[in-house]
């Protein structure tokens, strides 16, 4: 996938030379690449995925310790919304 990927920017980036638009089209997809990790530049590692799971984990437990020392003892319900 990533051999497809290379040569495709090389094939837009070639064909830039008649057109600009197309190195314009080559950088977005060069982008793209390395932003959302297919590979390129150790953006799609396999150890990525699993660190920013567990930063989310870690901040949403944080958030969850927070929220229970502000509302301990109160029951909260729809019904019941929490006093301010």
């Known amino acids: 996938m990533v051999v497809l990927l290379v040569v495709g920017v090389a094939v837009l980036f070639v064909m830039g030379f008649s057109s600009p638009v197309w190195w314009l089209v080559g950088a ?14 150790g953006g799609g590692a396999s150890g990525s995925g699993y660190e920013e799971y ?12 927070r929220y229970r020392r ?15």
Not at 28 to 41: L, P, Q, R, T
Not at 54 to 65: A, F, G, I, L, V
Not at 70 to 84: L, Y
Request: glycine residues 12%; aromatic residues 8%.
């Open 28 to 41: 977005v997809v060069v982008y793209g690449a390395v932003k959302f990790g297919s590979g390129i530049g």
């Open 54 to 65: 567990r930063e989310r984990r870690e901040q949403r437990d944080k958030w969850d310790r």
């Open 70 to 84: 502000q509302h301990r003892g109160k029951r909260i319900t729809p019904d019941r919304p929490v006093e301010r």
